[in-house]
């Protein structure tokens, strides 16, 4: 009579001697594996944590008839609900390639262009002149706006598209800002005069 114990593990009542091995799943070779002679495993407290189980464990007992039982472990269920994003280092996020320093520097572009524009229209400074005049409040603001920017990408949260408002809209906005705002910036510090 065979009962089991818990996952992995059989124990036989009516035998006086049990051997346990580790079954190699990746082997072609089919013939019936031998067994090492050793006592079987004690049963740990339940407070003790568990220990990792072998994939699938072979129990051949010594009696009047060979007898091989293949137990297969219980597999731990998936969690419910979707797993939490895979968070990233600053610096990955920061790297050339990453996805930090072009989505953030588009942003900043975008709207730096549209602000620079209306200023530049209202006073007739150009950007740089305005860059210096600027208030300590406008450098706090455009620094608030990098962390907002930062926390979803260092959570590891995937950029979704809200509306019309897509993920590749905002990449090829940003860069039509960002080569804007150079060649505004390039133009105006040669000519001397604003452009708008």
Request: aromatic share 8%; glycine share 6%; proline share 11%.
């Amino acid at each position: 009579m065979i009962a089991h114990t818990r996952p992995g593990l059989l124990r036989s009542s009516s035998v006086s001697k049990c051997c346990f091995l580790n079954w190699d799943q990746g082997s072609n070779n089919k013939s019936t594996p031998a067994a090492v002679a050793r006592p079987p495993p004690s049963i740990p407290p339940a407070s003790s944590s568990p220990q990792p189980q072998p994939s699938q464990v072979a129990v051949r007992a010594a009696a009047e008839q060979d007898v091989v039982v293949v137990a297969q472990p219980a597999v731990p269920a998936a969690p419910a609900g979707k797993l939490p994003p895979p968070s990233r280092s600053f610096w990955d996020a920061m790297k050339f390639n990453g996805p930090a320093p072009e989505l953030i520097n588009g942003r900043l572009a975008m709207i730096g262009i549209l602000a620079a524009a209306k200023h530049e229209a209202e006073t007739g400074a150009t950007v740089l002149q305005q860059a210096l005049q600027a208030s300590p409040w406008l450098y706090a603001a455009l620094g608030l706006w990098v962390y907002a920017s930062m926390v979803p990408i260092l959570k590891g949260v995937r950029h979704e598209a809200f509306g019309f408002f897509t993920p590749r809209a905002e990449i090829t906005n940003g860069r039509a800002a960002m080569l804007g705002f150079a060649v505004l910036v390039a133009l105006e510090y040669k000519a001397g005069v604003p452009f708008f």
